[in-house]
């Protein structure tokens, strides 16, 4: 344990001395009045609510909206384990500009909930994809910018691989996530496996109650790993971590996860999509990519797959501690992004 020194004091002592004031009550009224102060910073922060819910495709989708009705439609998708608050900065500045700004809970997320019972809690990527077009279709939205990180820059990837042209605009963060069940199951270097720790684990029983049991403890850890340098607060946490508490998340992320690996199946209805996305489509959409400088999650060489963006394209990278939540921790850079994006000709 280090001291550090605070002129002839060290920090330790200076505790030591705090703590038998305190006891004396002679700093009790302004360790109080510290303490209200700290928890009244901590209750302030940005926020992002569902103001608005439709029925889509297998889905009644709660979502945020912010901007004119009839402004230039930006659709934000946020990953895993996130939630819509990762846009609770980037989607005022979008609506500032006028942008009619869109962010949905994805299935298993928030207040996005089933409609049938009956309906299988699939995971796959091919399916949220789905979920995404049949949310334009829904709010009759013909085109518009897609833009995400995590799950949300596959499910962008994938609407601009499979419907360029329902698509203006793509932003992605760690670019072009398109993958398949035969890749999935291709053995990696074991750096690279280590990385994928948590998909290993969702393979097994284990996983799945623990998970279960342990989602917010789990979720905290996957931030902390992804962004190392991300400072988050309790506040900014439990925000997002109430989208956790949907009755199908649980089964989503696992299904999600082991789908991948092609440890468990998908619908028949999407299979058409999958054969189209395991041929590694390219994207014909004018698009900018993005990487933090310290995102801890795994994530592709830009140079891989530079080559798949066949449109006006630009990769940026994001420098000063960024991790792997890119519009929570760099607001202004990704609205940049979609902003930049849509103003291409």
Avoid at 77 to 98: C, K, M, Q, T
Avoid at 206 to 226: M, V
Wanted: glycine share 8%.
């Amino acid at each position: 344990m280090h001291n550090f020194k605070t002129g002839n004091l060290t920090r330790r002592s200076l505790g030591e001395i705090a703590l038998a004031l305190t006891a004396a009550g002679i700093l009790s009224g302004q360790a109080e009045g510290a303490d209200q102060s700290t928890k009244a910073r901590r209750s302030v922060g940005h926020s992002l609510a569902a103001n608005g819910h439709v029925d889509a495709g297998d889905l009644n989708v709660g979502y945020a909206e912010l901007g004119p009705a009839d402004g230039s439609p930006v659709l934000l998708f946020h990953g895993w384990p996130y939630d819509i608050n990762s846009f609770a900065e980037v989607a005022p500045l979008l609506a500032e500009r006028g942008h009619r700004v869109i962010v949905p809970h994805l299935r298993g997320y928030g207040s996005t909930k089933f409609l049938s019972d009956d309906t299988m809690r699939n995971g796959q990527q091919s399916a949220l994809a789905v979920d995404a077009i049949n949310l334009m279709d829904a709010l009759k939205i013909d085109k518009a910018t897609v833009a995400g990180f995590d799950w949300g820059a596959r499910t962008a990837d994938i609407v601009a691989a499979l419907w360029p042209e329902r698509c203006k605009g793509l932003v992605s963060v760690s670019g072009y996530l398109i993958g398949n069940q035969a890749a999935g199951k291709a053995p990696l270097p074991p750096s690279a496996e280590l990385q994928w720790w948590y998909q290993f684990y969702f393979a097994t029983d284990r996983g799945r109650d623990g998970y279960a049991k342990y989602t917010n403890d789990f979720a905290r850890l996957i931030w902390q790993l992804a962004s190392p340098h991300w400072k988050f607060d309790d506040a900014t946490f439990e925000r997002s971590a109430a989208a956790f508490s949907n009755p199908d998340h649980v089964a989503i992320v696992v299904h999600n996860y082991r789908w991948r690996l092609g440890l468990t199946e998908g619908e028949k209805r999407f299979d058409e999509f999958e054969t189209k996305l395991a041929s590694a489509p390219e994207i014909q959409v004018r698009a900018i990519t993005m990487e933090g400088d310290a995102n801890g999650a795994p994530h592709p060489d830009p140079k891989a797959y530079a080559s798949k963006f066949k449109a006006k394209y630009e990769h940026r990278l994001i420098s000063g501690g960024i991790g792997h939540n890119l519009p929570q921790e760099a607001p202004e850079a990704f609205a940049k992004a979609v902003i930049d994006v849509n103003s291409w000709t």
